[in-house]
């Protein structure tokens, strides 16, 4: 190999690097002594969609007393209307629909495979909200740690299975 394809390969290596290495600063920022306690991949009629990992302080079992981070990277490009979207109806599957709207639509904007954002929460009534490693918003309303977080790791999840792996029980 000569050096030329050697530096380039490298070259590209970092800049695939970069939006990791940028939201684990952030989570050891934000989150201080928190670790990568589990990671699950939803799936949809078979497809994948995203990445999750949890991060607890000390890579400890998921305590809602306490503040945590979720991080997903995904598998596949959507729309902030799906994104959005999404998240409305989850908030209205798991209890009362959320007005909510104007904030996320503030809060998320179309992803690309390998894109991340990572929730990060701050007590019960504030998530703030990283994508690719650059604060993109804050998601304030009572309650949203327990609304937001818990569409990935709350007791009526989409998917038990992938909320047993992410919350690594």
Request: proline letters at 4%.
């Amino acid at each position: 190999m000569r050096a030329r394809d050697i530096i380039t390969a490298l070259a590209l290596w970092i800049a695939a690097a970069t939006p990791i290495a940028a939201q684990s600063k952030v989570v050891a920022s934000v989150l201080p002594g928190a670790e990568l306690r589990g990671t699950a991949t939803l799936r949809f009629l078979g497809l994948p969609l995203y990445q999750a990992r949890l991060f607890t302080p000390g890579a400890a079992p998921l305590d809602w007393g306490q503040d945590f981070g979720i991080e997903l990277t995904y598998l596949r490009t959507l729309t902030q209307y799906d994104l959005v979207e999404a998240t409305l109806r989850e908030f209205k599957r798991t209890g009362d629909a959320l007005p909510l709207e104007a904030q996320l639509n503030a809060c998320f904007k179309a992803v690309a495979k390998g894109d991340r954002y990572l929730a990060i929460t701050d007590g019960d009534d504030k998530i703030g909200f990283w994508r690719n490693g650059a604060r993109s918003c804050t998601l304030s309303h009572p309650q949203i740690k327990r609304r937001f977080m818990g569409i990935f790791v709350g007791k009526n999840t989409r998917s038990k299975s992938f909320t047993r792996q992410l919350t690594g029980s």
